[in-house]
């Protein structure tokens, strides 16, 4: 016997970000629910959101899908966790720096005019957010893992060539091993 138990979560995002969240006449906040398959109510005062439905896994990826958006993601690209093999990762700048140095921290990961962030970008093909004290990561999972390593690596002070280097070696290991699987060796 199939048993309909609703399962729920609560999370607060940012009350700036609601408005992301709910989108033009409600749509985002309709796809959201549709694509997931749970109802989304929004505390538009207190920035609380309550997320219900029937089935976990979907639940899960509404919920990474609104901690995305309040974490600074366009809704576009946080749908981007309905894939199957994407994931949502978060860090926050305070476990590697002092509160004073947040935003030498953040500005380190963004770089002059962005340089540094759309180079983690390209080199690890996964989408940043740096946002209040937090940067997020929305890719692939095992992209994820290296974008973390080299924000983690630059948060604790290493070089920004250092990291792009290692990056880049990275990357070439992947193209390889890609190319290896087509290949059938």
């Known amino acids: 016997m199939a048993s309909n138990e609703e399962f729920r979560y609560e999370l607060k995002i940012p009350k700036e970000r609601i408005a992301v969240l709910i989108g033009v006449k409600g749509t985002v906040k309709k796809e959201l629910e549709l694509a997931t398959n749970t109802k989304i109510m929004v ?21 990474e899908i609104v901690r995305s958006i309040g974490r600074g993601f366009n809704p576009e690209i946080a749908k981007l966790l309905l894939k199957p093999d994407y994931a949502f990762d978060l860090i926050d700048i305070e476990q590697f720096t002092k509160s004073e140095n947040i ?25 940043l957010s740096i ?13 994820v893992v290296i974008a973390r ?37």
């Open 131 to 143: 946002y209040g004290k937090t940067v997020s990561i929305i890719g692939s999972a095992e992209n």
């Open 103 to 127: 935003k030498r921290s953040k500005g380190r990961l963004i770089g002059t005019e962005g340089k540094a962030r759309r180079t983690i970008e390209n080199l690890t093909d996964c989408y």
């Open 43 to 63: 505390d538009s005062k207190e920035g609380d959101v309550f997320i219900s439905g029937e089935d976990a896994l979907n639940l899960y990826n509404a919920k």
């Open 149 to 185: 390593r080299a924000i983690e690596g630059l948060l604790k002070g290493s070089k920004h060539g250092n990291i792009y280097k290692w990056l880049e070696k990275r990357k070439k290991e992947m193209l390889q091993n890609i190319i290896s699987e087509d290949k059938g060796v």
